[in-house]
Antibody, heavy 118, light 111 residues
Framework: EVQLLESGGGLVQPGGSLRLSCAAS????????MSWVRQAPGKGLEWVSA???????YYADSVKGRVTISRDNSKKTLYLQMNSLRAEDTAVYYC????????????WGQGTLVTVSS | QVVLTQSPSASASLGASVKLTCTLT???????IAWHQQQPEKGPRFLMN???????SKGDGIPDRFSGSSSGAERYLTVSSLQSEDEADYYC?????????FGGGTKLTVL
């Protein structure tokens, strides 16, 4: 059974940093691309970033330059380093496993809440 | 850049059927999409992907009541024999060059 468990969320001041983690199990982590998707309170889903199985990283324009996605295949863990956080980054952050060969997000975690506020 | 358009809301009665629509922007009518369900206070769940020819492939454990189809630039999700737990937000998703795109979502109310 595929499981994705996010952690690392919390309250951070504007301009601060946070690193999110996503522990994966139930599949061969190193073989699949992974994504981060966020959802601001009362809003829809917004793709944030993706990383291929080979380590290539992609970012939404809204976070480019402030966010870094990475993965540790030995630990089966996905990361999202977020810097220079703004109030508009407040959201639940989900990690998702992509299907083999395309960008379908076929499994999702339960999310971790990031609140940016003074 | 591909854009996905969804109606903000839909409603149907318990036991009835409903068809939700996701429209691709002009020039992107050949794209496949995925449908995701998000029940209240829960994370999203992948339902299925729908190809340009209407073929679809469902996720693990998705009931037969959920089906997909396609016509031109429109991709559909049909939910039959509506149950109370089908009341949720439904998002379509596709992908472009180095990017993933979501529609704005449709809030389905089961009457």
């Amino acid at each position: 059974e595929v499981q994705l468990l996010e952690s690392g969320g919390g309250l951070v001041q504007p301009g601060g940093s946070l690193r999110l983690s996503c522990a994966a199990s139930g599949f061969t982590f190193k073989n699949f691309a992974m994504s981060w998707v966020r959802q601001a309170p009362g809003k829809g889903l917004e793709w944030v970033s993706a990383i291929s199985d080979g380590g290539g990283a992609y970012y939404a324009d809204s976070v480019k330059g402030r966010v870094t996605i990475s993965r540790d295949n030995s630990k089966k863990t996905l990361y999202l380093q977020m810097n220079s956080l703004r109030a508009e980054d407040t959201a639940v952050y989900y990690c998702a496993k992509e299907a083999d060969g395309d960008y379908v997000l076929e499994y999702w975690g339960q999310g971790t809440l990031v609140t940016v506020s003074s | 850049q591909v854009v996905l358009t969804q109606s903000p809301s839909a409603s149907a009665s318990l036991g009835a059927s409903v068809k939700l629509t996701c429209t691709l922007t002009s020039g992107h009518s050949g794209y496949a999409i995925a449908w995701h369900q998000q029940q209240p206070e829960k994370g999203p769940r992948f339902l299925m992907n729908v190809n340009r020819d209407g073929s679809h492939s469902k996720g693990d454990g998705i009931p037969d009541r959920f089906s997909g189809s396609s016509s031109g630039a429109e991709r559909y999700l049909t939910v039959s024999s509506l149950q109370s737990e089908d009341e949720a937000d439904y998002y379509c998703q596709t992908w472009g060059i180095d990017t993933v795109v979501f529609g704005g979502g449709t809030k389905l109310t089961v009457l």
